[in-house]
């Protein structure tokens, strides 16, 4: 399988040189050169298959035969070692549970997939691949503990100061070994724009072997698709065939692969893309104007993204046709007051403890409903587990959560961080002094 820019069709590279270099030069995002195809009765029939055998006949189709089915099959049951529940909270609403994972949130399931990759394409004698990542909140944790003793890696995390949770910061901070951590005086906006002028650098790039971590990756976007399967395989298991999938959306990489997945052949009714006070895309569906805006702070702050870097290749899957986008996906924004009455009412009515971005899914799916009322089953996404934000959700909801195994094994851990204002030359000279094997400074 071949991928090309979204600014540059003609351009074709193979899937190790997309995940290589995660950004094309010309600064658009890969894509498959054609969106292949399932079979139709294996989707008739994907009830009976497990989350890896869906996972892996989903790897199989997007990659081609530039990674033999065998290897292949190793990295998906190795990387989706973990369920993805769809738990009915009524006859109608259901959760998609996307945090079972090692850091607790859905980017487990494209970070373990793509360092797995990578280790794979990696060759002994290789130079060191430099991993860059900017996260908002969730991402950085994953990548660090995908990417984590990972030999020939070296992973530079960056995020905005005082803009994450603290169980969060911990994942960030406190790995050492191969991973670096930037907490940058800024917006996660600063961060990312940091990381994209650090790719288009021809002086970085001649001296560092340079990747993304981020969703811009093909490799991080790839396996998101996998449980959108899965859980249509859970409804198909218990009679349903219709669902809308309501998304908490931050940079459109989640609700983005849920697109894709829809274009090889997943049938679903409806995507709805939650949003907080971010709210770009909402207004883009609304009024046609594609404005994007300096991000605010919020109380779900992995959607704190102003300028969603995935939105082109939602455009790209759609011709850029804002219409035929609106046929399938509609979009709503909510505040921290109603983000917090989410949260409320989830656990008031059904006893479940919600992160606030699983509460705007949530919101999301109750309005979309309110809309256009139907037969189809809700199934809202939650992307991470509230126990990584008590200081979002309400005291006495918060002492109802059940802490996963592994939560609180940061709290004795050292955390390791280097400041840096929003100076791409200071990010630069920090990349290009790294020593090789990395001991990150202590900022006790």
Known sequence: ??????????????????????????????????????????????????????????????????????????????????????????????????????????????ARFMSRIMGYFSKEGDQLLDVLVATSGDTGGAVALGFLGVEGTRVTILY????????????????????????????????????????????????????????????????????????YAQLRAQGMKEVVFAVPSGNFGNIGAG??????????????????????????????????RSSKQTISNAMDVGDPSNWVRILDMFGEDRESLKELLSSYAFDDEETKAGMQELYDEFKYVACPHTAIAYLAAKAYRKEKPGEYASVFLSTAHPCKFPEAIAEEVYQAVRFPKGAEDWAGKEKQVTELDVNYEDFRSYLLHLPRHCEARSNL
């Not at 981020?214 to 991080?220: E, G, K, L, P």
């Not at 697109?259 to 995507?271: E, I, N, R, S, T």
Request: aromatic share 12%; with cysteine; glycine share 4%.
């Open 259 to 292: 697109l894709l997945a829809y274009k090889m052949g997943l049938p679903v009714h409806h995507f709805v893309a939650g949003t907080n006070v971010n709210d770009t895309v909402p207004r883009f569906l609304e009024t046609g104007e594609y404005d994007p």
């Open 1 to 110: 399988m071949k991928y090309y820019s979204t600014n540059n069709s003609d351009l074709r590279v193979s899937f190790q040189d997309a995940v290589f270099h995660s950004l094309p030069q010309d600064k658009g995002l890969y894509m498959p050169e054609s969106i292949p195809q399932l079979d139709p009765y294996f989707i008739r029939n994907i009830q009976q298959y497990s989350f890896q055998e869906i996972a892996f006949t989903i790897a199989k189709s997007v990659i081609g035969t530039d990674i033999p089915e065998n290897d292949l099959k190793r990295i998906v049951f190795e990387a989706i070692n973990f369920d993805a529940p769809v738990k009915f909270l009524s006859p109608e609403a259901a959760v998609l549970e996307l945090f079972h994972g090692p850091s607790f949130a859905f980017k487990d399931f494209g």
């Open 160 to 231: 905005p100061k005082g803009k994450v949770s603290k169980v969060q910061e911990d994942q960030l901070t406190k790995n050492g070994n191969n991973i670096r951590a930037l907490e940058v005086n800024g917006s996660f906006d600063d961060c990312q724009a940091l990381v994209k002028q650090a790719f288009n650098d021809p002086l970085l790039n001649k001296e560092l072997r340079l990747t993304s971590a981020n969703s811009i990756n093909i490799a991080r976007l790839l396996p998101q698709t996998f449980y959108y399967f899965w859980a």
